[in-house]
């Protein structure tokens, strides 16, 4: 069952990096709002038949409570932060950039729940910052390059990861007594209806949805929410079944290099040295950030 463990994860990374490739693509005719609501749905939907499939269980009110904050701030924020992002920097910057949210998560462990890493978790911290600093630094300074453009990039990414990171620290709590699946969907009814009530309060839903009279486009939003729900969270799910949680996480984390390459074939991109020096910098320093104290 290992090796069936081995693929899934390797594939739930690779499903992760060309989701952002295909939602950067959708994110040229749909706004980040748009995008938020449209997965949400079809998000809920797709896990809907999972969750059906695995049976239902009680949830403390408690636990639910949690994780509905942490679908407004991760989901309704926090995805929201993350299309707009992503439209500025591009899937493959993007993904390498994001990696840093392993950095964010374990700072907001040290001041939140205080949890102190071991030295070789620090220096994992100073390698994946070195692998986004190249990278940034090459997007940033490149001849080429818009540099306001790629700085808002910058700014509502790391919005975007301070959500991401906040959202996951309160769910962790309320995790201890509830299923992955279960706290997956609950974040995900919450960070839709909050992305709803929000468009309808700014009387802005129909112009969200509008991009979407398009049937085409119906269908190439719903081949990317199946690619990242199904491909990237189930069989996610499915390594962690599987593996160890270290060495689950840690296959996880190498969606840097699945981005590069695909980014290659798909968009036609020209990759440079210092992208994948970047990539392999920051794969490797969450790999040693998962792995934490084993190492040493």
Not at 9 to 36: C, D, E, H, Y
Not at 88 to 113: C, D, E, R, S
Not at 249 to 275: D, Q, V, Y
Request: one cysteine or more; proline letters at 3%; glycine letters at 10%.
């Amino acid at each position: 069952m290992e090796i069936i463990g081995i693929i899934a994860a390797l594939v739930s990374s690779a499903s992760w990096a060309l989701g952002s490739i295909l939602f950067n693509r959708i994110g040229k005719k749909v706004s980040p709002f748009g995008m938020t609501l449209t997965k949400g749905i079809i998000g809920i939907g797709l896990l809907a038949v999972l969750y059906v499939l695995k049976g239902f269980e009680p949830i403390p009110l408690n636990a639910a409570g949690m994780l509905f904050i942490s679908g407004i701030i991760g989901i309704t924020v926090g995805d929201t932060l993350f299309f707009a992002s992503l439209q500025y920097l591009g899937p493959k910057v993007q993904i390498i950039f994001f990696m840093m949210g392993q950095v964010i998560t374990a700072f907001l462990g040290i001041l939140i729940l205080r949890e102190v890493p071991f030295l070789s978790q620090w220096i994992g911290i100073f390698i994946t910052l070195v692998g986004v600093v190249i990278v940034l630094w090459n997007k940033l300074f490149n001849e080429s390059s818009d540099r306001k453009t790629n700085t808002r990039g910058i700014i509502f990414g790391l919005l975007a990861m301070c959500c991401f990171s906040t959202s996951m620290i309160i769910a962790k709590h309320a995790m201890i007594t509830v299923s992955a699946l279960s706290a997956v969907i609950i974040r995900m009814i919450a960070g839709t209806a909050g992305i709803f009530i929000y468009g309808l309060f700014t009387k802005q839903l129909i112009t969200w949805m509008n991009p979407f009279q398009d049937r085409k486009m119906i269908a190439f939003f719903f081949l990317s929410a199946c690619v990242v729900t199904y491909g990237g969270f189930f069989l996610g799910l499915v390594a962690l079944r599987n593996l160890d949680v270290v060495i689950a996480s840690t296959l996880g984390a190498t969606e840097p290099l699945f981005i590069l390459p695909l980014a290659f074939f798909i968009l036609k991109e020209r990759i440079t040295l210092l992208e994948v020096l970047g990539a392999i910098f920051t794969t490797c320093g969450i790999t040693i950030i998962v792995l934490g104290g084993a190492l040493f």
